[in-house]
């Protein structure tokens, strides 16, 4: 649970930062540091969506997020909790790719080396 | 391994998918981020309470304070921040629409949409508009006080864009993966070239030649008159009733095959505008009013203004609400189109205007002689050859792409066009305007309404508009304003003359005291409505045109009828359900049917005589819940239909061109015309057969689609409403079947499509403290979540108005009608 919380408040960081592309860098940090646990796998995924999820609150809390869900669903034809999906399952794909491929190179280069 | 690879494939998906736009989908990456993508619009919502910015440019800080609509009051130390101010709110409320208007307006709307936008934008560069506004901002000298404040609205609006953090990028752009670009001068010359090609486009000589090409020039020109039939003008002509001009119409005659020509010169110049003026009758009736009451005339005692311009209906609205102070110098409230850079329509503390179009015709075609058909580079002009100018025009797709590319050629007159293997030159006064900012800026400095006038009359050449202004000495003026040329021989500018000789260009403009004008008429009180100027008994000048009186006619009636004019009276005007049409045509379809029916005797036509009976429990007031002006509008259609047959393209159900109501009604005076008959049946119909035929039509057709006449279908609110689309036409963001009063004719016109209306309605009272109220459909916001986006279309829809506040100093404007602050600082 801290591992989540702590790897999702870097994903918070970073996404202020560097915008989506930040959840890439993160994950590919952990990817390589945890490489002897997968990556991190699952647990980097639940980040993401956490990071993101926790973002999105904050825009809700700030204005009407409801209502910017509901245009964006008239406008796209997606029900609009599509799209709330949509975002919180991106940047977990988007992570668990790219630790689980940062930590098998990790891993493949590691044992090329010894 | 499996987990690797689908690793490897699942990142290669989230990649793509993030970082590129695939079909019409945003980069899902960007778009998606809840920092900055497009869910961080809820952050933005509304405008900060308090806010700071900077300016680049600017002389001294500025203070804008945001009123309980949030309408901005700029107050600035010089005219020039004041304009730097409000091309920074202008921005900061209407940037994607301020981006999209210059793209279709310069041409490059398929960098946005790609190879379908084509035909658009090649409309746009072909008739040389983006050309002409271009030219004007290199040449135009910086020693123009407007110029300056155009460049110092550009600085305003740049300093934005500069300084725009990517969570308040408008969504429009995430959604077609764009990004505003930087505002140049040229940017508001596109725009007001824009307004021209909106409002002086290719117009009687276009329907004649439509015409003519079904039923001969004589009854083209005949049903598609230099002069209205029904003479109710703008320049008051003494008279206390409308005046019918009897006339009769000559019979169709045989197609004109040499119209072709001109009609698809028009097609060819116009291929947008034509394709949609042909196919909607109605937006002939579609424009504006406005009017002035004396104070003798006035409830109060102090001159009234009212002002209704009738634009295309869109969200967010083509108008921005806003007030400049300037302590000593400038108090101007009204309304700006974004990137004009000025108050078009509004007041300041002494006197008050707006505007109506007059689309006279200010256009004029010339057959020019070429040195090669294909490719010319020389024409002939006084037994010499010219030099053909050359431009090249490419067209780019989304990502920079040369999607087309066109050479365009340009004579000493204007923009040269192919047209069945003749070539063609077009002169527009659009092309030769660009002073109008000087007209706007001025009217905002005016002390009177003779003042206003004369701004007009200095600077504002195109596209052509009837003024009104009222000032606080109880002064009225009218004036139609712009550049109408004199044109050689008879005057007038509906045939294509010969290009090769200088003798047909234009001889100049005619002089100010030539143009239809009014100042303070012994009727108490000025209106126009789009109808012709001027009346033809009192000049021989040719205007050309084509105009339509019902609203004229009506406005008319009720100041007529009102001799102690009140605010509320005015606006309720503006919303009358009245119609002059409907007045005229009524007891003509009640007569005719009455007649059909005794002639009919021991078996009268039972539907015919129901049509008749409903039709006449219709007060011919388009209200809401009226249950009959369906009937009528039925019968107007079949009528139409039924009368014009003529003008059917053969082989397909549709009109040519359909020529105006108001000739319905000169016909009515000729029982026997040729036009009666339908030329489909082997019988001879007269007036009245196909009055009666059309009114018992109507209601079999009003049965059919909306049920039993009181069983609720036939209500006016379910068959005409009102569609603000938004700027891209995305049904979620637009506001749409808005039941609206009105109908078409009425001061309020509702368009069969509904996209079409009154697009800011402002009542002013001119007492010693001037008043204002007015309202528009929309908001004052175009981020679609902001409960600024279409706060006002309710109040737009029940006709109702909302007091403008106007404070003189900021600290006129108290907390608790203040919704937002922002100090605007020049850059360091």
Do not use: C
């Amino acid at each position: 649970m801290i591992f989540v919380l702590f790897v999702a408040a870097a994903m918070i960081t970073l996404t202020w930062v560097l915008g989506w592309w930040g959840i890439l860098v993160v994950a590919l940090v952990i990817g390589v540091v945890f490489h002897e646990h997968g990556g991190g796998g699952w647990r980097v995924a639940a980040a993401a969506s956490v990071a993101w999820g926790a973002l999105l609150a904050a825009d809700g809390v700030v204005g009407p997020l409801g209502h910017v869900a509901t245009m964006l669903g008239g406008v796209t034809g997606v029900p609009a909790a599509g799209i709330l999906v949509l975002t919180l399952v991106f940047p977990a794909a988007l992570a668990w790719s790219a630790a689980t491929i940062a930590a098998e190179s990790r891993r493949i280069v590691g044992s090329r080396a010894s | 391994m499996p987990r690797l690879l689908a690793a490897l494939v699942l990142l290669a998906i989230t990649l793509v998918a993030g970082a590129t736009r695939i079909g019409p989908a945003p980069a899902l990456g960007a778009f998606l981020d809840p920092a900055h993508g497009v869910w961080s619009l809820a952050r933005a919502t509304s405008l900060p309470r308090d806010a700071r910015a900077s300016v680049v440019n600017l002389g001294a800080t500025v203070t804008v304070l945001y009123d309980d609509r949030a309408v901005p009051h700029i107050f600035a130390a010089n005219e020039e921040d004041a304009y730097r101010a409000l091309g920074y709110v202008t921005a900061r409320d209407r940037l994607y629409q301020l981006y999209l208007q210059t793209m279709a307006a310069s041409g490059r709307l398929t960098e946005i949409a790609g190879p379908r936008a084509l035909a658009l934008d090649r409309e746009m560069r072909g008739l040389g508009l983006p050309r002409s506004a271009e030219r004007l901002a290199a040449t135009v000298p910086d020693t123009s006080p407007s110029v300056r404040r155009l460049r110092a609205y550009a600085d305003g609006i740049n300093s934005y864009v500069r300084a725009l953090p990517a969570s308040e990028l408008p969504l429009e752009f995430r959604l077609t993966g764009t990004r505003p670009s930087e505002w140049t001068l040229a940017d508001s010359y596109h725009l007001f070239n824009r307004m021209g090609w909106t409002l002086a486009y290719l117009s009687l000589e276009d329907d004649r030649a439509a015409a003519a090409s079904r039923v001969g020039t004589r009854a083209a020109a005949a049903l598609f008159p230099d002069n209205d039939a029904i003479q109710e003008p703008i320049q008051p002509n003494g008279q206390r009733a409308p005046r019918f001009d009897a006339r009769v119409l000559p019979p169709p005659g045989e197609p004109d095959t040499g119209s072709g020509r001109l009609l698809a010169a028009g097609a060819t110049f116009f291929p947008a505008r034509s394709a949609t003026m042909r196919e909607d009758d109605e937006r002939r009736s579609m424009a504006s009013n406005n009017w002035a009451v004396s104070p003798r005339r006035s409830a109060s005692g102090h001159a009234l203004l009212a002002g209704d311009p009738h634009l295309d209906l869109t969200l967010p609205s083509i108008w921005y609400e806003a007030h400049l102070v300037v302590p000593g110098a400038l108090d101007v409230a009204g309304v700006t189109i974004p990137g004009s850079g000025a108050i078009v329509i509004g007041f300041n503390r002494d006197v008050a205007w707006t505007l109506t179009n007059s689309g006279a015709d200010v256009l004029d075609l010339y057959a020019e002689q070429v040195d090669d058909s294909v490719a010319p580079t020389r024409y002939r002009l006084d037994g010499e050859w010219k030099a053909i100018e050359s431009r090249i025009e490419r067209y780019r797709g989304h990502g920079g792409e040369t999607i087309a590319t066109d050479t365009l050629h340009f004579t000493h007159r204007g923009p040269m066009q192919r047209v069945r293997g003749r070539w063609l030159s077009m002169r527009w006064t659009v092309l030769e305007a660009g002073t109008e900012i000087d007209a706007f800026h001025d009217a905002a400095h005016a002390r009177s309404a003779a003042d206003v006038q004369a701004a007009f009359v200095h600077s504002y050449r195109a596209p052509a508009q009837n003024v009104i202004a009222a000032d606080r000495a109880g002064h009225i003026q009218i004036g139609t304003q712009g550049r109408f040329p004199i044109r050689a021989g008879d005057g007038s500018g509906s045939t294509v003359r010969d290009g090769g000789s200088s003798a047909n260009d234009w001889r100049g403009t005619l002089a100010a005291d030539q143009l239809p004008r009014s100042i303070d008429p012994a009727q108490g009180f000025l209106a126009s409505a789009n109808q012709q100027p001027i009346d033809p008994l009192v000049t021989t000048n040719w205007w050309g045109g084509s105009y339509d009186p019902w609203r004229a006619v009506r406005i008319n009636t009720l100041l007529r009828g009102d001799s102690a004019v009140t605010v509320d009276a005015m606006r309720r005007y503006q919303t009358d359900p009245g119609s002059a049409r409907a007045d005229l045509f009524v007891p003509h379809f009640l007569a005719a049917a009455a007649r059909v029916l005794a002639r009919t005797g021991a078996q009268p036509d039972a539907s015919l005589a129901e049509a008749s009976r409903l039709l006449s429990q219709w007060d011919r007031r388009y209200t809401r819940d009226d249950a009959r002006a369906v009937l009528f509008e039925g019968a107007m259609q079949e009528l139409t239909t039924r009368t014009w047959d003529e003008l059917i393209v053969p082989g397909s159900a549709r009109r040519i061109i359909t020529p105006a109501s108001a000739m319905l009604a000169v016909l009515l005076g000729d029982s026997a015309s040729a036009w009666w008959d339908v030329r489909s049946t082997p019988a001879i119909e007269h007036r009245d057969d196909i009055l009666a035929a059309s009114l018992a039509a109507s209601l079999a057709n009003a049965r059919a689609t909306h049920g039993a006449p009181d069983a609720g279908g036939w209500r006016w609110q379910g068959i005409r409403r009102a569609n603000i689309f938004h700027l891209l036409r995305l049904p979620a963001l637009s506001a749409l079947e808005i039941p609206v009063q009105g109908g078409p004719a009425t001061l309020s016109p509702s368009s069969g499509s509904g996209t079409h209306g009154a697009s800011w309605r402002m009542v002013v009272e001119l007492g010693p403290s001037l008043r204002a109220w007015a309202t528009y459909p929309g908001g004052q916001s175009g981020n679609p979540v902001s409960r600024r986006y279409r706060d006002r279309i309710d109040e737009w829809t029940r006709g109702a108005l909302t007091a403008i506040r106007l404070p003189a100093s900021p600290a006129e404007l108290d907390e608790a009608h203040r919704s937002a602050r922002l100090i605007l600082e020049r850059t360091r």
